[in-house]
């Protein structure tokens, strides 16, 4: 007997179930179509839109020519002489002879002291003097005349021998008194103190009406010596093959001292000197220059930018702003013939100021890019910015 068919009622679920099926497979492929971009394909889509488009940069030539190699250091102006001026005898001070700050040359009256007493000194020795000239004149009429006498047998070998030995006591006593003579006038002398070198004088330490005193420690001045003057500067122990190639080439090496801030340049010299070793403490090589400081823009003990110069190569360079750093080395953008940019990978050498050396991987010529860098990629398609005008923001130029 054949089963019995199935009620319509029971089969209308089932119907249901494959409407409802459908219907999310239908919503399914039309959010997909006609849904929101996922967020992968919007960052896709903008990369090829960025490509498609032309990026505003700015560049520079690479320029070959000669560039001046330096080494940099701090370092210390110092006096090549400076004095203390002190007394070198006794006395109130009755005159000061200089201004605060001002140039002497060497043997300008500085100051007075009271001469008086050296004076009294002096007469006193040369009235010593003139008395034992006079003992010393007698003796000698003396002994001529013992002489003739003792030819003619009136004066015997013994008196005569003894006026001899008096007349060598006068003399000697001559000597002495001479030297007491110059003595006296020496300290005389020293009553007006001169300057003993030429520079600038700095601040009085001592007062018109004050005793002064040869052992004084402060002394009455101190003069220092502006023209020419010196700066003392280091170098690292790592420099010093280059340095040392550098002063056997030619020892008297341009050196420049620059202001605190490397904007103005103070004054240019040469090298003097290199001390005879290095500086275990700090590994470094200390080192002298001299400068003519005619202006007297250098003032000891300030503290100056020194540019050492080792060499002055030929070579072809870059700014550095253009170079970039990569996990492969270094590269820069290059914008050829037809506006777009390719990575080219660099050999660099040594840097100078706003410059570096380029090895390898580039010619005179081409053209590097300088700003506009966070937009390119290899093939980008570039605009050329000329100097003075801005660089549009990067807002500025995406796709709406």
């Excluded at 030429?198 to 052992?215: C, F, H, I, P, T």
């Excluded at 700003?371 to 910015?385: A, F, N, P, Q, W």
């Amino acid at each position: 007997m054949p089963a019995p068919a199935p009620s319509p009622n029971r089969l209308r679920p089932f119907f249901w179930l494959l409407g409802g099926v459908a219907l999310v497979v239908i919503g399914i492929l039309a959010w997909q179509k006609f849904g929101p971009e996922p967020e992968q394909s919007q960052q896709q889509r903008r990369w090829r839109d960025m490509r498609s488009m032309a990026v505003p940069v700015r560049v520079a030539p690479a320029e070959h020519g000669r560039l001046d190699l330096h080494l940099k250091s701090l370092g210390t102006v110092t006096a090549l002489n400076t004095v203390t001026v002190r007394s070198r005898v006794d006395g109130e001070l009755v005159e000061v002879a200089f201004d605060e700050g001002q140039k002497v040359e060497a043997g300008d009256l500085l100051a007075r002291i009271d001469p008086r007493s050296y004076e009294v000194q002096l007469a006193q020795a040369r009235g010593q003097q003139a008395q034992n000239l006079a003992q010393l004149e007698n003796a000698q009429t003396e002994l001529n005349r013992y002489r003739e006498l003792q030819v003619k047998g009136h004066v015997s070998a013994q008196q005569l021998s003894a006026q001899e030995s008096l007349v060598r006591e006068y003399q000697a006593r001559r000597q002495s008194d001479q030297a007491s003579v110059d003595d006296a006038r020496l300290q005389l002398s020293y009553t007006r103190i001169t300057a003993p070198i030429s520079g600038r004088v700095g601040l009085r330490n001592v007062d018109v009406g004050n005793l002064v005193r040869a052992g004084d420690s402060e002394g009455l001045v101190t003069i220092t010596q502006m023209d020419p003057i010196s700066v003392l500067f280091t170098v690292p122990e790592s420099e010093l093959p280059r340095l040392l190639d550098a002063v056997r080439a030619s020892p008297a090496l341009a050196v420049e001292a620059w202001d605190r801030n490397e904007q103005h340049l103070l004054a240019q010299g040469t090298l003097a000197s290199l001390d005879n070793r290095i500086d275990t403490q700090t590994g470094t090589l200390r080192l002298r220059a001299h400068f003519d400081n005619d202006d007297g823009r250098l003032f000891p003990n300030q503290f100056v930018n020194v540019r050492l110069r080792v060499s002055s190569d030929e070579a072809t360079t870059i700014p550095n702003a253009a170079v970039q750093y990569g996990s492969s080395g270094n590269f820069a953008f290059v914008v050829g013939q037809d506006d777009t940019v390719s990575i080219r990978q660099l050999r660099l050498g040594a840097s100078e100021g706003e410059r570096v050396i380029v090895l390898e991987g580039l010619a005179p010529g081409e053209r590097v890019v300088l700003e506009g860098l966070d937009r390119l990629r290899e093939g980008s398609s570039v605009t050329i910015v000329e100097d003075g005008e801005p660089l549009p923001a990067e807002d500025e130029t995406q796709t709406p």
